[in-house]
């Protein structure tokens, strides 16, 4: 069974700009969440989309949203990109119940100039 | 509030034995959860816990006390391979929260 898969793996931006970052989950896994990850903070929770609905979100500002599409892929895009922003977006998914296991992607390393 | 504390660093020697701890007080409890996650690579998935006690997988054991808000990870015969940040990880009411991880360097 195939893993994870993020796309793209790196991206530089700059302050202002916007960007999509796309996940597809291992098949069969209807639930998708998404992590942002910095040396300073670990890994911090940003929402958990379920057959295309948002279950959870994190403390993140409006800036930071999301959607999930019929065939469970997931997208979360961020506007308006400030340099604080850097930092490694990992998606994760799992198959349904609340104490599945949750299965990473390798990631995406955003840099924001 | 949730909050989860293991130490960010240690240092083992090849083929010793390393025991990482993980505290965590959380709003309900549904399972903890033991990643491995190498420089520059995503977290992979090592153990889960949801009933006290210990559970043993090969050279990587993890143990879980409810009642204490505690787990640790337990790494036999060190390998260098090792040297990794190990993420304790709480599932409660919540999504999954994560501590900030213990680095592991794993010296020969």
């Known amino acids: 069974k195939a893993g994870v898969t993020q796309t793209p793996r790196y991206l530089i931006k700059t302050r202002g700009q916007q960007v999509t970052l796309s996940c597809s989950p291992i098949?069969?896994?209807?639930?998708v969440s998404w992590y942002q990850q910095t040396p300073g903070q670990g890994l911090q929770f940003l929402f958990e989309?379920?057959?295309?609905?948002?279950?959870n979100k994190g403390n993140f500002p409006g800036r930071f949203s999301g959607r999930q599409f019929s065939n469970s892929r997931s997208e979360m895009n961020v506007s308006t990109l400030e340099l604080g922003d850097s930092a490694l977006y990992l998606c994760?998914?799992?198959?349904?119940?609340?104490?599945?296991?949750?299965?990473f992607g390798p990631g995406t390393r955003l840099t924001v100039l | 509030g949730q909050n989860i504390d293991q130490p960010t660093e240690m240092t083992a020697t090849e083929g010793a034995i390393v025991q990482i701890n993980c505290t965590y007080q959380t709003s309900g409890f549904n399972g903890l959860f033991w990643y491995q996650q190498h420089a520059g690579e995503a977290p992979t998935f090592l153990s889960y816990?949801?009933?006290?006690g210990l559970e043993e997988k090969g050279r990587f054991s993890s143990f879980l006390s409810r009642s204490k808000g505690y787990s640790y990870l337990l790494l036999k015969e060190l390998q260098m391979k090792d040297s990794a940040s190990y993420l304790c990880?709480?599932?409660?009411?919540?999504?999954?929260?994560f501590g900030k991880g213990t680095r592991l360097s794993v010296i020969a």
């Open positions: 098949s069969g896994h209807r639930s």
């Open positions: 989309y379920f057959s295309e609905t948002q279950r």
């Open positions: 816990n949801v009933l006290d």
């Open positions: 994760a998914s799992s198959s349904n119940s609340h104490t599945d296991t949750q299965y």
């Open positions: 990880a709480v599932k409660g009411n919540t999504p999954l929260v």
